[in-house]
């Protein structure tokens, strides 16, 4: 994994169990949107993330977040 995707998934586990919508992730990061959401591909198959459709915890409009997988 990247160091980029690295960071990008200590922010999203930072966040949880809220999530930060791709939009903010990328402004947060200080990355292309394009770029976050290609990023989110390899992060929910290698680092136990998964897409939600909710309520973003920083600028609070609904759309696509990553998200912390919950524990069994």
Avoid: N, W
């Avoid at 998934?9 to 292309?32: G, H, I, M, N, T």
């Avoid at 290609?38 to 759309?63: E, K």
């Amino acid at each position: 994994m990247s160091p980029t995707a690295a960071r990008v998934a200590q922010v999203v586990y930072r966040y949880s169990p809220s999530a930060v919508c791709f939009s903010c992730l990328a402004e947060r990061e200080r990355l292309k949107e394009h770029d976050v959401r290609a990023m989110a591909l390899v992060l929910i198959v290698r680092a136990g993330l998964h897409a939600v459709r909710q309520p973003c915890a920083s600028c609070g409009r609904l759309g696509e977040a990553l998200v912390a997988q919950k524990a069994a």
